[in-house]
């Protein structure tokens, strides 16, 4: 009898253990705080289908969360599973082999996944993945549909539609754009958002092929219409910050906004009310493709030193299927990475719609992998354009000189 209690403590303690075996609780990190309460429920959603694995949520401020990142990984102490960012903010990480290497045959749900989506996620010197694609952005022009109709004002197919656009909204005693440019990256944003159609597709072609570079002509002319469309910016605008502009334009007192889709949840959110319409800024004439700039813009990555490989992959393989898209794109308003999603919301429709004519948010996608970034030369060159200090042609001269001190195709 003691032999058989014995035994079946053993025994017992064996099923315990094998059972625990199998448990994992996943730790995941990211910079969006505000959308604890849907990650948790994409959680809850994963472990109904792998009710041995648990996910806890944990977020950063988002300034400071790469430094978080990366200085935790490094000690050794970092998350299963993280949020990233894309481009040259993931390749710090990759790059000192803080991350998993993905592929197909890891997560077969990549293979649908489009070229541009993954090379967001890529580094560029070994050609690895290291996150899955999860949403993109696009820079267009939101609208306040109840002004447009009131002032009988209509999406406008070329610029000078887009000019009479503004010269009816002033007349009628509003501001036809709610942007300031006081807070940096502001700069960036109305470029893309403005003057895509304006730079064209034979433009971004030719500079990623290494056939011209910011002194072109096209990105010249851009940059003289960028300075046209600002006189319809609020009075005093080159001191007005991002917050204040967001309010200003949620209020009512302004009729557009240029910026990215990404503001959609946040205007929504700040008043219900609003009827927004969104539209790809013209270019020249009616018959000018109509071109929106186009990023992505976080991916979902796993820690490479894990204890929970088999299970940090089972997640990931759930954050690149359609099921899991579909909800990311309908309950936080997302583009998704993944193909084959559809939108409950029209507005997001129309973005996705509108994103099959379009060129590269370049100075993110393209510029922000050596000093100075081509990010921190726009800022700065859009600053001083719209402030009277430099010409449009100065402003694509310090472009180019200034990505030239790394930039392999500029110092020719």
Known sequence: MKKYLMGAALAFTALMSATTSFAAELTFWTWRQEDKAEYE??????????????????????????????????????????????????????????????DETKIPALKGFSPAALASETMRSNKTLYAVPAASQTMLVIYNKELFEKNGVSEPRSWAEFIAACEKLKAAGLMPFANGTATGWQNETIVSALTSSIMGKGFYADLMAGKTDFNDPRFVEAMARLKEISAYFPDGFVGLDYASAQQLFTSGMAAM??????????????????????????????????????FFDS????????????????????????????????????????????????????VAELNKQSIAYMMLVHFRYGEPTGSNLIQAGVSKLLNGQMTPAEVGKSMTSGLAAWYAPFKK
């Open 299 to 350: 991916g979902f990555g796993a820690n490479a030193k894990t204890k929970e490989p088999e299970a940090t992959l089972k997640f990931l393989s759930y954050a690149a299927s359609k099921d899991f898209a579909q909800a990311f794109a309908n309950r936080l308003s997302n583009v998704s990475a993944v193909p084959g999603v559809t939108f409950e919301n029209p507005l997001l429709a129309k």
């Open 41 to 102: 429920k994409f959680f809850a959603d994963f472990k109904k289908a792998n009710p041995d694995i648990t996910v806890k949520f944990e977020a950063f401020e988002a300034t400071s969360y790469n430094t978080v990142l990366s200085t935790a990984l490094a000690g050794g102490k970092g998350p299963d599973l993280m949020m990233t960012r894309t481009y040259g903010g993931i390749e710090s990480l990759a790059g000192a082999g803080y991350l998993m290497p993905l």
């Open 257 to 294: 906004f240029a910026g990215g889709s990404f503001e959609i949840a946040s205007f929504a959110k700040q008043n219900p009310d609003l009827k927004l319409g969104v539209f790809a800024a013209p270019g020249l004439k009616a018959e000018d493709d109509k071109l929106v700039g186009l």
